[in-house]
């Protein structure tokens, strides 16, 4: 309970930090509006007795007058009532604009500064699921929430103030049974909460099928393969399945309400009948048995929307508590603080001393002692079977995660100590599945270090180190031309053109150390050579790790080093280790018996 009036109140912060101005317009109208019913209470108050006084003999000009006045302020109570409601919705949208901006950004801080590991963490992504589905509009109801909990007992307040003249015991009686109505709401509050946490990894399946049914990047295997009978169904029966469940507890909690309600009617009935009888006996005028009615109902509504807006407050407090979970969760943080700059030119290069790695929430090693030095200005290829561990050491290397054991170092500086917008600086890499921005040519090729000027003439050069420029130069805008299939005059590439694209980012980003991931397996044999040919030129002054199965690109570095599930096998020249005739050997010659060189 604690914790939970906690959420509530930090998510008040949110909403009050987000805009203290538009918070208090907000509020007052808000509270304004909760004056209102009262006013017209009285008003009918006033306008009952003053026309019964006028039927039973009262026909004096006073006496109609004051009719006439009545109503006259009834018309401003009116006017102020409709300029409150119309007035409201502008600025309720207004503030909603300042508080969705807060929460977005405080999501958005989170997710852009997390280390890359988190998101290989199935609990972080159900939490994180759960977060983004609170964010969206807790806080905004919480504040509302709130905000109309104080509406609603100032009302009550006063309509309580005018109830006592009659008995205080009224007020009572209708507090006692809405008790077990509250009682039945926040129970099945905690119910839902409690189901929805333990269900995430379901939503989160169900969520996934959806995807898969509607995302374009399933779309075409989903055809080819006449895949969307099986996903739909699936889709179908994991939704039941949860909604099934849902609906039963929302069943029960409304059978529990239901017979609540209906004794807190029945109490109303003997109260309506207490009022009507005190105003047979003479004991107060019939403007007042009206107002009385009037509060009494009016009261009793007020005191189901307070009760309703405690549990309502309740229940988002709890589902709160994904939102600052997100938040405030223990995430995997590598960067130190004080965290050094990459060395200036490198003299020494780069050390990987006996490295061993396990992906979060895997059982294998993913390397295991890996240890080999890169020589300034040095290109190694990266080589082994399928799943030895070449990307991951390129993820290691580019700070991704981290070594379980042993250590990385730049000219002697750990890896862990250097301050990550340094670390992307001097380390580019272009990763097996790179993206493709649906933004211009130029963006695309400039994403690669923003700190330059998109004019730099630079941008060219890279695009025609990997040999893109002249496909560029026949789009209708050139290097403006915007890429992809997601906007209008956008233009699509093949793969392996956009592959040209990753490669002149990476080319374009001046960084001391270059990583290659595969970069030639899209290429087409004409651009490969062309590439192969002038990549000495391109990694001029530069260390170059290439991650290939490509010969003919393997062959472009001055040392190999063959990865096998022990860790290194071999390092060495290609001349040297061809005449060791050891792993590297025996991988050459079954390219060669399979013809793939
Ligand atoms: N995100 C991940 N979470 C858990 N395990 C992973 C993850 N990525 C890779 N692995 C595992 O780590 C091992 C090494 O994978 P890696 O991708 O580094 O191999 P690779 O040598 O690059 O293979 P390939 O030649 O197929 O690209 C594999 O056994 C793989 O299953």
């Not at 807006?309 to 603080?337: A, M, P, Q, T």
């Not at 403006?480 to 005059?489: E, I, M, N, Q, R």
């Not at 280790?577 to 018996?593: G, I, P, T």
Request: hydrophobic residues 45%.
């Amino acid at each position: 309970m604690k914790k939970t009036s906690n959420n509530i109140f930090r998510s008040l912060k949110i909403v009050w930090q987000s805009s203290p101005t538009w918070s208090l317009v907000n509020a007052a109208v808000v509270l304004l509006k909760g004056v209102m019913p009262l006013l017209l209470i009285f008003i009918v108050q006033m306008l009952v007795d003053e026309v019964s006084r006028v039927l039973t003999g009262d026909h004096t000009v006073q006496g109609v007058e004051s009719v006439y006045y009545i109503l006259l302020f009834a018309g401003g109570v009116f006017v102020l009532n409709a300029l409150l409601n119309s007035l409201s919705g502008i600025i309720s949208e207004k503030h909603a604009y300042y508080i969705d901006d807060s929460v977005q950004d405080l999501i958005h801080k989170r997710t852009t500064k997390l280390d890359f590991a988190n998101f290989d963490d199935y609990n972080f992504q159900n939490i994180y699921y759960r977060a983004i589905n609170e964010a969206t509009y807790r806080p905004k109801k919480i504040y509302y929430g709130f905000v109309g909990l104080i509406q609603n007992s100032i009302t009550l307040a006063l309509i309580a103030g005018l109830l006592a003249g009659l008995s205080w015991v009224l007020m009572i009686v209708l507090v006692l049974v809405s008790v077990p109505v509250v009682y039945i709401r926040l129970k099945y509050s905690r119910k839902i909460f409690v189901f929805n946490r333990e269900h995430t990894e379901d939503e989160r399946n169900v969520a996934y099928y959806n995807r898969l049914l509607t995302d374009k990047a399933f779309a075409k295997e989903l055809r080819v393969f006449n895949l969307s009978g099986l996903f739909k169904k699936r889709f179908e029966e994991q939704k039941n399945n949860l909604r099934g469940k849902r609906y039963g507890m929302l069943k029960l909690k409304t059978a529990y309400e239901l017979a609540v309600q209906l004794i807190t009617a029945a109490a109303l009935i003997v109260v309506f009948g207490f009022i009507a009888s005190t105003a047979i006996q003479g004991n107060i005028t019939q403007g007042q048995m009206v107002m009385y009615f009037l509060a009494m109902y009016r009261g009793y509504s007020f005191l189901q929307d307070l009760l309703s807006r405690i549990s309502g407050l309740y229940e988002d407090g709890l589902f709160l508590k994904n939102l600052f979970e997100f938040i405030d969760f223990d995430v995997i943080r590598y960067e130190k603080k004080n965290a050094t700059l990459f060395p200036g030119i490198m003299k020494e290069g780069v050390c990987i001393d006996n490295v061993s790695f396990k992906y979060p929430n895997s059982s294998r090693a993913a390397l295991k002692n890996v240890s080999f030095n890169i020589n300034p200005g040095e290109t190694i290829a990266l080589v082994g079977a399928n799943g030895a561990g070449k990307s991951t050491l390129v993820k290691l290397l580019c700070g991704l995660y981290r070594p379980d054991q042993g250590s990385i170092t730049f000219d002697g500086v750990d890896l862990s100590v250097i301050n990550k917008d340094s670390l992307a600086e001097n380390v580019s890499v272009v990763f097996q599945d790179f993206m493709l921005y649906n933004v211009t040519a130029r963006e695309n090729i400039w994403y690669g270090n923003v700190k330059r000027p998109q004019s730099d003439e630079e941008i060219v050069l890279s695009a025609q180190k990997s040999g893109i420029d002249k496909l560029i130069t026949t789009l209708p805008n050139e290097y403006d031309t915007v890429l992809g299939t997601l906007f209008k005059d956008s233009e699509m590439l093949s793969v392996g053109e956009w592959q040209r694209i990753a490669l002149s980012r990476s080319f374009f980003n001046n960084a001391q150390l270059v990583v290659l991931d595969e970069p030639t397996s899209s290429l087409d044999a004409f651009t490969e050579s062309r590439l192969i040919e002038n990549f000495k030129a391109i990694t001029k002054d530069r260390t170059a790790i290439i991650v290939s199965h490509r010969l003919s690109t393997i062959h472009l570095a001055d040392r190999i080093v063959v990865l096998n599930e022990r860790g290194v096998a071999e390092v060495g020249t290609p001349s040297e280790l061809l005449e060791k005739k050891a792993a590297f050997y025996d991988m050459v010659q079954s390219m060669r018996r399979n013809g793939l060189m």
